[in-house]
């Protein structure tokens, strides 16, 4: 990887089993992907996990691609001037969080100043803010099974209870009263499960049996009366990014149908991904406004976070789209994979997503260095 002028040196940071497959020079589409950006970014790319690290030498093994060789390989590197991290899952432990100290004090930057959200924080932030507090649905913590009876009562007999750190679709449950007193609850773990709870008690003993004895990480949401194709739930996951000149470009919504009964749409499968376009033109030909206004909408929940957060190259927002067609503010993600957008977007969008990230990170650093 030797060049005649310095290019940035980008680590970025994702499983053991991606490792495992590079070494076996078997890379993923999203990670072949991002080599191709880093070329067209003019950067230095090499891709690490945990195992790779060692915090006495400061110093990581990382897996990079030899273009001599036209091979992954791997080599001692020094920590990176820009820190990418590409892992959704692991981020909460001590390991992780040590080596972040670590590479602050080595003077690395980073893509994002976050790598997730807890929902229950970033509810409270946004509610102060004039423009998005409208397209919040209504939160409350779980304080007690007083709390969830009241907000069941409230709004319509039926409330999503969400674990604030959740991601990936994991921890999410939908609760519905019916008019004899009765519950249905429905998750999704690998599939749909559907089943009746006769009394309160029930109810509470399925909840901790979901989410653990503790229920202070859980929150309470109004469900939103989300549009619908053929019965099945419709929601939104826009990638947002920054450009290298600071400026904030929606770079691809993609309309997700859930499965028949499933609380969520994130779990879907491949064939049920579409384009903000073909989604309207399929089913919301009625409303040629509607790419206008979410990107409009996008922007503005984008510059909310920063506000509160700190600056991003780039978030994940999953949006809904209810019934009367108002937008809601459904989540942010710090470390989105791109699966839907990879899977609904052609490859010259793809390249460009993974393009921007970079770009804008080489400017952080000119910035950092100034």
Known sequence: ?????????????????GIRRLNKQKASKKNRLLLRASRI?????????????????KT???????????????????????FYNRK??????????????????????FINTRDGFDKWDVHKRLSESSEIKEH????????????????????????????????????????????????TISTY?????????????????EIHRFFGPFLRHVIIQKRIDLFQVEGCLVDFRAEVQKKKNDSIVVSGVVARIGKPGSPITSKTSEDHYMTIEEFIKRYYSHDHNLKSQIN????????AVEQEYGRFA???????????????????????????????????????????????GKNVLKKARV
Not at 60 to 82: C, R
Not at 160 to 166: E, R
Not at 189 to 198: E, H, R
């Open 296 to 303: 409009g909408f996008l922007k503005k929940v984008y510059e």
């Open 41 to 57: 970014a003019k950067v230095n790319l090499y891709y690490f996990c945990f195992r790779d690290i060692d915090m006495k030498t």
């Open 314 to 360: 780039e978030l994940g927002i999953d949006i809904g789209l209810d019934q009367e067609g108002r937008l809601w503010l459904i989540e942010c993600n710090g470390t989105s994979g791109k699966s839907a957008f990879c899977n609904a977007y052609d490859g010259r969008k793809r390249l460009r997503a993974f393009t921007r990230p970079l770009l804008y």
């Open 136 to 183: 919040i649905p209504a939160t409350s913590l779980f304080s007690s099974k007083e709390k969830l009876k009241e907000m069941l009562n409230e709004e319509e007999g039926s409330v999503y209870l969400k674990g604030v750190n959740a991601s990936l679709g994991n921890e999410i449950m939908r609760v519905e009263k019916t008019t004899s007193g009765t519950y």
């Open 88 to 109: 959704r899952r692991g981020l909460e432990n001590r390991k992780y969080h040590t080596l972040k100290r670590a590479l602050l004090k080595s003077g690395t930057q």
């Open 60 to 82: 990581i093994e990382g897996t990079y691609y030899n273009e001599h060789l036209k091979k992954w390989k791997k080599a001692s590197f020094p920590f990176p001037d820009l």
């Open 1 to 17: 990887m030797t060049t005649k002028q310095y290019k940035p040196l980008i680590g970025a940071f994702i499983t053991t089993k």
């Open 189 to 205: 773990v690998k599939q749909v499960f559907t089943k009746k709870v006769d009394n309160d008690s029930s109810l509470i003993k």
